[in-house]
């Protein structure tokens, strides 16, 4: 017999692989965030998502096998703070719809300046071509 | 602009103004409270028609800059008067 088996080793395996799966979860919003420069990624989350699942099931999984209460502990945390997350994710980033465009020839005529705070002309901009307005929220 | 050599203008919206007129405005949606534009595209032909525009539901949904092209060709080719 070896310590590495004794019945308090693998317990305490267990913990350590419940906290990992705690800490995995609450990272994994950072991914998020990281892949803000990958269309398909940030829209879907789905490395948030793959993190946070292997997080959870590392801590259901040493759950299930340490019966201590420090250990259960951990998983509900684990599972509750997902819950959040992913009510946050669903609810908390959603957008009120759009109201009516105003008459564009009105708009058009509404002083506009650029970066440089020289003066830029819609009207004038519709006059050579088709225009693409990107209203860039640079915010959550 | 001075890394990027960008071919178009950045505009700057202060008063929310054309925000509010492309009824694009997210009232409290902002940082503490503020104001804000919702994330979105809207595409103006010479005739200062609205040929496509895309307003986004989530924070999280944004068009890559490959779909809106695409989505702007498509627009442009199509239904021209």
Same mark, same amino acid.
């Given at each position: 017999m070896n310590i590495g088996t004794l019945p308090g080793a693998k317990d305490a395996r267990r913990f350590s692989l419940a906290l990992?799966?705690?800490?995995?979860?609450?990272?994994?919003?950072?991914?998020?965030?990281?892949?803000?420069?990958?269309?398909?990624l940030h829209?879907?989350?789905l490395i948030m998502w793959i993190v946070m699942i292997i997080g959870l099931i590392a801590a259901g999984m040493a759950a299930r096998r340490d019966r201590r209460a420090r250990t259960r502990v951990i998983a509900v945390m684990t599972g509750?703070?997902?819950?959040?997350?992913?009510?946050?994710?669903?609810?908390?980033?959603?957008?009120?719809?759009p109201s009516e465009v105003g008459p564009i020839d009105r708009v058009a005529r509404l002083p506009l300046s650029d970066h440089l705070g020289?003066?830029?002309?819609?009207?004038?901009?519709?006059?050579?071509?088709?225009?693409?307005?990107?209203?860039?929220?640079?915010y959550w | 602009m001075e890394r990027g050599n960008l071919p178009f203008p950045i505009l700057a919206d202060e008063e929310r103004s054309i925000t509010r007129e492309f009824g694009l405005l997210h009232r409290g949606g902002g940082p503490?409270?503020? =104001?804000?534009?919702?994330?979105? /595209?809207?595409l103006i032909d010479t005739n200062r028609q609205?040929?496509? /525009?895309?307003?986004? =539901?989530?924070? /999280?949904?944004?068009?890559?800059?490959? /779909?809106?092209?695409e989505r702007v060709r498509f627009?442009?080719?199509?239904?021209?008067?």
């Open positions: 990992a799966g705690l800490g995995a979860t609450l990272i994994s919003p950072l991914f998020w965030a990281l892949t803000i420069d990958y269309s398909y829209r879907t989350g509750t703070w997902v819950l959040c997350l992913v009510a946050g994710y669903v609810f908390f980033t959603r957008l009120p719809p020289q003066q830029v002309s819609l009207d004038a901009l519709l006059h050579e071509s088709a225009v693409l307005l990107t209203f860039y929220r640079g | 503490g409270g503020s =104001d804000i534009a919702l994330p979105a /595209q809207v609205v040929r496509w /525009q895309y307003v986004a =539901d989530h924070i /999280q949904n944004r068009l890559s800059a490959e /779909q809106v092209l627009a442009l080719a199509n239904g021209s008067k």
